[in-house]
T-cell receptor, first 115, second 112 residues
């Protein structure tokens, strides 16, 4: 059974650009969450999607957005990139939201560098 | 406002000895706590969890202790092995909520 797949693995962008990151959850998983990891802040919750609907949102500016498709795959978008957006973006999937948090499976992440 | 705090950024222990990783939280609504382990270039993987109705949960070499009155939890690894060297994240959540609030992590190094 394939794990959570995130693409691309690495990304370099310049300030002001926008970026789209992709996440394919484990087959059968319908809930997808996104987290941002930075050295100074640890992992911070961005948002969660289930059945193509955003269930929960973290404390990030509107430049950060996401969506989920009918096959449960998810994308997140960051517009007008800032230097501080440089981070590892992690996607996690689970069968359903709100149950058995230990059943949250993380991908390896997309390392975004903003120059 | 950091609701989950891991105040020590790193810990180094000798192989075979006990590793104790600490975590404090400020939100009294948190009722479920988890520890995740992360190797470089990989995503975090679940290690062990504890509900607020318990004060201890054990799984093999790993034990998590919860002190609700002090809003403190700790992860004990006995005996520590070199393969345990990784970053350990403490996380907390409320009810049936998928949103996890993580600490900043602690880097554990187990010396052979």
């Amino acid at each position: 059974k394939a794990g959570v797949t995130q693409t691309p693995r690495y990304l370099i962008k310049t300030r002001g650009q926008q970026v789209t990151l992709s996440c394919s959850p484990i087959s059968g998983h319908r809930s997808v969450s996104w987290y941002q990891q930075t050295p100074g802040q640890g992992l911070q919750f961005l948002f969660e999607y289930f059945s193509e609907t955003q269930r929960n949102k973290g404390n990030f500016p509107g430049r950060f957005s996401g969506r989920q498709f009918s096959n449960s795959r998810s994308e997140m978008n960051v517009s007008t990139l800032e230097l501080g957006d440089s981070a590892l973006y992690l996607c996690a999937s689970s069968l359903q939201p709100g149950q058995d948090n230990e059943k949250l499976f993380f991908g390896s992440g997309t390392q975004l560098s903003v120059l | 406002d950091q609701q989950v705090k891991q105040n020590s950024p790193s810990l180094s222990v000798q192989e075979g000895r006990i590793s104790i990783l600490n975590c404090d939280y400020t939100n009294s609504m948190f009722d479920y706590f988890l520890w995740y382990k992360k190797y470089p270039a990989e995503g975090p993987t679940f290690l062990i969890s504890i509900s607020s109705i318990k004060d201890k949960n054990e799984d093999g070499r790993f034990t998590v202790f919860l002190n609700k009155s002090a809003k403190h939890l700790s992860l004990h690894i006995v005996p520590s092995q070199p393969g345990d060297s990784a970053v350990y994240f403490c996380a907390a959540t409320t009810g049936a909520n998928s949103k996890l609030t993580f600490g900043k992590g602690i880097t554990l190094s187990v010396r052979p």
